[in-house]
């Protein structure tokens, strides 16, 4: 009888930061469209001006997030052959067409809930945005519908990525678009309520504390989902809790979360800290997600090495894509200031 001994090296990470970024940055803008959903169903009175400042959130991540996954590709420049070369059998290949469709969906949602504020802006360009004679109430319905429905798309083409890979039993399982989800709403949240407050200049009642709570308690929830869906799923977060110290970061910054949405008073400072806790937070589970998940073996019995570098595909990378999602608020923030000045003033 011959014995042959096989040998497979640790495997190199195949995901870089740039998928985190792109994870992180889809997920707000998602959110941030269910906020601004909630205000306008289930927040009473309804004001138009506050479900505009949620979806300009919304925008500003919407925007960048395409930009961090294409630098994913390695090659931004091949991104034309997704359109060249439709591959139906590819989920990245979808993901080009549901992308285009969701920031199309989200800009005339923003554009046709503009037109119905009360006063419109007197410069000349600005005045650009109400040419024509539109039934505007229709045409935000129905880019309403159809933001609803993209970011459905978004969310199914973002989870697919992950979940195809069955090879990787915390990613090949049912509770990807929970984690996803309960791991983004309370930063959206809190952003939507932090935009709100500063442009109207009182500490409103958006922020809804209970739903942030609640959002952390079923973050959690869904994470021991995960563990107990199978012995794999189980095996894979013991050995990263005990060979990851990022996973044991990340259930620290969970509680200090849930404890600062629990006795977090009105104060500004307070909120902040809660809004930056939740921030990390949400980049935590993403990061555990995406790159430490790799690390576990999948065909060899020592762990994948990863160190963090402050190169192009690291810290560096991440954090050009976080200057220009502030690049990009900037803009839309001096944008609605001009036109919220103007109807004041008129």
Known sequence: MMIREVLVEPQAIAWLPWAVSYFFYIGLALCAIIAALCLRFFVKPYQPKSELIALLVALSFAIVAPIALTADLHQPGRVWHFYAYLANWSWM???????????????????????QLPQRPTQKWL????????????????FRILTIISSVLILLYT???????????????????PLIIFSALPSAILLTH???????????????????????????????????????????LSTLW????????????????????????QAKTMQCLLLIASLILTAMVRWVLLLE??????????????????GVDGGLGMLSVAGLWVT???????????????????
């Open 93 to 115: 290949a979808w993901g080009s067409i549901f992308l285009p469709i969701f920031m199309l969906s989200l800009v005339g949602y923003i554009l046709f809930l503009l037109r």
């Open 127 to 142: 005045a650009l945005l109400y040419v024509g004679n539109l039934n505007n109430a229709l045409w935000c319905w129905i």
């Open 159 to 177: 989870s697919m990525e992950v979940y195809n890979v069955a090879a990787r039993p915390l990613w090949h399982q049912p509770w990807l678009i």
């Open 194 to 236: 932090f935009a709100i407050s500063m442009i109207n200049g009182t500490n409103n009642k958006v922020l809804m504390k209970p739903l942030v709570i609640a959002c952390l308690l079923l973050l959690a929830a869904t994470v021991g989902a995960i563990y107990y869906h199978s012995s794999e799923t189980a095996l894979d």
């Open 242 to 265: 005990q060979a990851r110290p990022a996973v044991a970061f990340t259930a620290v910054i969970w509680g200090l979360t849930l404890l600062l949405a629990l006795f977090s008073a």
């Open 293 to 310: 998940v790799q690390t576990v073996a999948k065909y060899n019995a020592l762990m994948n090495p990863y160190h963090f570098n402050w």
């Open 328 to 346: 990009v608020s900037v803009i839309l923030w001096q944008l609605f200031g001009l036109i919220n000045k103007e109807q004041r003033n008129g």
